[in-house]
T-cell receptor
Framework: ETGVTQTPRHLVMGMTNKKSLKCEQH?????MYWYKQSAKKPLELMFV???????ENNSVPSRFSPECPNSSHLFLHLHTLQPEDSALYLC????????????????FGPGTRLTVT | DQQVKQNSPSLSVQEGRISILNCDYT??????FLWYKKYPAEGPTFLIS?????DKNEDGRFTVFLNKSAKHLSLHIVPSQPGDSAVYFC???????????FGKGTRLSVIA
């Protein structure tokens, strides 16, 4: 138990569906992240929020839309996805995104296994 | 272009022996390195880290070595235990100027 929860754990959706992934952290952290993990590829950073402000958008297609209403919650809204978007989506948090070493140690949730049909 | 490379996708080691996982990086600005461990159906968990001002950091059975001139780091696990079987990710940062950059991971299997 890392203090970061993600729901749902598994999601199957059609290409025309709209769904949302939810992440919640109970660690008092101020930075939250979305990553995509595809088979045989490195973890790909998608978005970073620091103190609720988006600080990174790693050239992610607009069919992925993040939302961070507060420092404890992070959403990833999905619409008109493609089969190649099927992957494990991981949420992580860290103390903040400063030069403090503690900001480098990210705590990950268990992930949402997404399948797009 | 991958800035953090883990060239061995998998590694098999006998229980009780040493496991050595390797990681190479290309960005000379990286100054902090971390290892994460991931079990199936769980997210990665932080294992151990090292700053570029050191060449070794030890925590129990886990030791990370850093060779800055070779842009290479390694994680040693000794003695290896079956519970160490997992995927290990190497990650690097340049003083927080950019987010962590991860390698593809190495799957370690410790055989009893």
């Amino acid at each position: 138990e890392t203090g970061v929860t993600q729901t749902p754990r598994h999601l199957v959706m059609g290409m025309t569906n709209k769904k949302s992934l939810k992440c919640e952290q109970h660690l008092g952290h101020n930075a939250m992240y979305w990553y995509k993990q595809s088979a045989k590829k490195p973890l790909e950073l998608m978005f970073v929020y620091n103190f609720k402000e988006q600080t990174e958008n790693n050239s992610v297609p607009s069919r992925f839309s993040p939302e961070c209403p507060n420092s404890s919650h992070l959403f990833l809204h999905l619409h008109t996805l493609q089969p190649e978007d099927s992957a494990l989506y991981l949420c992580a948090s860290s103390q903040d995104q400063t030069h403090s070493r503690s900001s480098y140690e990210q705590y990950f949730g268990p992930g949402t296994r997404l399948t797009v049909t | 272009d991958q800035q953090v490379k883990q060239n061995s996708p998998s590694l098999s080691v006998q229980e009780g022996r040493i496991s050595i996982l390797n990681c190479d990086y290309t960005n000379s600005m990286f100054d902090y390195f971390l290892w994460y461990k991931k079990y199936p159906a769980e997210g990665p968990t932080f294992l151990i880290s090292i700053s570029s001002i050191k060449d070794k950091n030890e925590d129990g059975r886990f030791t990370v070595f850093l060779n800055k001139s070779a842009k290479h780091l390694s994680l040693h696990i000794v003695p290896s235990q079956p519970g160490d079987s997992a995927v290990y990710f190497c990650a690097a940062s340049d003083s927080g100027n950019t987010p962590l950059v991860f390698g593809k991971g190495t799957r370690l299997s410790v055989i009893a």
